[in-house]
């Protein structure tokens, strides 16, 4: 079984700056896609970025620019480095896995396999 644990959210100011983990452990083969979705109050959940195996990443026109995912120790954690964070940006942030070998980013959520809790990330203005 594989277990995604994402850490780092909390309450900062608009203009502010976290950054997000997501550390992979358990059967931790086939992670070929890393991704972060997040899940506004009475929203749908969206796919924020991502990165490939071969460290293709994709970003939502909302956070190009100011968000930036990397992969690190064996692929086996991925990090979001939030900038000039927005109260829009409030959401629960999730960590996701796609096992399916791709070149790109897959940019729905049925496409991933296994999911972490989350981590609420809260701006305020």
């Known amino acids: 079984q594989l277990q995604l644990v994402e850490s780092g959210g909390g309450l900062v100011q608009a203009g502010g700056s976290l950054r997000l983990s997501c550390t992979a452990s358990?059967?931790?083969?086939?992670?070929?896609?890393m991704a972060w979705f997040r899940q506004a109050p009475g929203k749908e959940r969206e796919l924020v970025a991502g990165v490939t195996w071969r460290n293709n990443t994709y970003y939502a026109d909302s956070v190009k620019d100011r968000f930036t995912v990397s992969r690190v120790r064996a692929k086996l954690t991925m990090y979001l480095s939030m900038n000039n964070l927005k109260p829009e940006d409030t959401a629960v942030y999730y960590c996701a896995v796609d096992r399916a070998y791709t070149e790109a980013v897959p940019t729905t959520r049925s496409e991933y396999d296994d999911w972490g809790r989350g981590t609420q990330v809260t701006v305020s203005s």
């Open positions: 358990g059967r931790t083969y086939s992670l070929y896609t």
